[in-house]
């Protein structure tokens, strides 16, 4: 294969088949979502079946416990993924939503418009549940997609991918709208970084190594997050059944995901009376504790001391780090120093204390007595998401729909001229 010419071929039709969805109309873009949504569950088994060869290969390869629950397709995620798709369909389709407008003293009216970012690539690793996300989301949003995942998933991909081509074409809408990678030669990533003026944003979605190649080589604009090292914070005021039940769920319920805890943080005065039942149920759901010394102090079953590494780790595992503070302060100020803007949680009964929490943190999601791992687009609402960007600029947080798009001033007018 002639890399170049497979680069440019992608970004033509691509930008081909964005410009004519950038006018689709919503109908037909939910058409098309509709019968991607049956085709998935009509092709369950055959999605089964190719993703059992990545499975098995990736267990060949000695992918952890929790990379293969990130690959792996079963009735129920199918049935997820399907959902997903259906739950955009019922969202407001963003294309041509007028954000404000006003008229000019001279009789010019203007207004803001939202419209597609245009052609967007995306880059992943593991999860084949992407596949349908991003695709999904950039259609309903205008966006021509480039979808290129993991080597590890190719077989799973390519499976989707075949009922998303399938269902866009009985919906009479160009295949090339929601085009997949069909080699695992990073030299089409490349090319795709360096397609600027035929790619409009980057999206990669994975570990830290790749998010850092993608920012380092791009010359195509990149929305991304690095890391999800996410904190929850148990306060002097918290319930601290809630917050057992909450620090359980954010570290137990998927580790391997970017919302996870990563480091749990608890006030001084609470730490004996919180941290050994915490640390006996977290052990027993088979997580390694590892504590500063006053955590060790407070919970001699924790064992393992933690370094001034761990409280920069993502884990991704059942593994967290434990830190005893002094008051609110030192916990925001900790979350602020050593945390990846993800996500991040107190658990506290006083409003006061929340508040302040929630305007000291600097992160995308800032959460007041829930889990950390509800920082997701489908629990937020928005059908699916594309990725979680950490970003300050254009999109925070878990993006849906309407962070997929832009917006164009359009100006109407009866003659007038500038003097």
């Known amino acids: 294969m002639e890399i170049d010419a497979y680069v440019d071929q992608l970004t033509a039709n691509a930008r081909a088949a964005a410009r004519k969805l950038a006018v ?23 999605l089964k079946a190719q993703n059992k060869k990545d499975l098995d290969a990736a267990a060949q390869a000695g992918l952890s416990a929790a990379m293969l629950d990130r690959l792996t397709l079963d009735d129920a995620r199918i049935a997820k993924m399907a959902t997903g798709v259906r739950e955009i369909i019922a969202l407001p389709d963003p294309v041509g939503e007028v954000l404000d407008g006003w008229e000019r003293p001279n009789g010019l009216k203007l207004h803001r418009v939202r419209v597609p970012l245009g052609v967007v690539a995306m880059i992943y690793e593991s999860r084949p549940n992407v596949t349908v996300d991003a695709g999904a989301l950039c259609l309903k949003s205008g966006n021509a997609s480039i979808l290129r995942g993991g080597k590890e998933s190719l077989h799973s991909n390519l499976a989707i991918h075949k009922v998303i081509a399938k269902a866009l074409e009985q919906a009479g809408l160009d295949r090339n709208c929601i085009q997949l990678v069909e080699t695992t030669d990073r030299a089409v990533v490349s090319g795709l970084l360096k397609a600027q003026g035929r790619v409009d944003v980057v999206i990669p979605r994975g570990g830290k190594g790749l998010i850092k190649a993608v920012v380092e080589n791009s010359t195509v604009p990149v929305i991304k997050h690095y890391e999800g090292i996410c904190h929850v914070y148990v306060d002097e005021y918290a319930d601290l059944d809630m917050a057992r039940s909450i620090c359980c769920n954010a570290k137990v319920q998927r580790p391997g995901v970017c919302n996870a805890m990563e480091t749990m943080l608890v006030h001084s005065s609470v730490s004996k009376e919180f941290l050994p039942p915490m640390v006996e149920q977290l052990h027993d759901a088979g997580v390694e504790v590892r504590g500063c010394e006053r955590s060790i102090e407070a919970c001699p079953a924790i064992g393992v001391a933690a370094t001034d590494e761990d409280w920069v780790t993502e884990y991704l595992d059942l593994t967290l780090s434990v830190r005893v503070v002094d008051d609110l302060d030192a916990a925001i100020a900790h979350i602020n120093n050593y945390g990846s803007q993800h996500t991040d949680s107190i658990v506290t009964q006083d409003y006061s204390r929340a508040e302040a929490f929630v305007a000291g943190v600097e992160s995308a999601c800032v959460f007041v007595n829930c889990s950390t791992r509800f920082s997701d687009g489908g629990e937020f609402g928005l059908g699916a998401e594309i990725g979680i960007s950490t970003e300050k600029l254009h999109a925070r947080g878990p993006m849906g729909l309407r962070e997929l798009t832009s917006y164009k001033w359009v100006a109407h007018g009866s003659g007038q001229i500038r003097t």
């Open 24 to 46: 689709a109309g919503s109908a037909r873009k939910d058409q098309a979502l509709a019968l991607l949504a049956d085709g998935l569950l009509a092709d369950a088994q055959a």
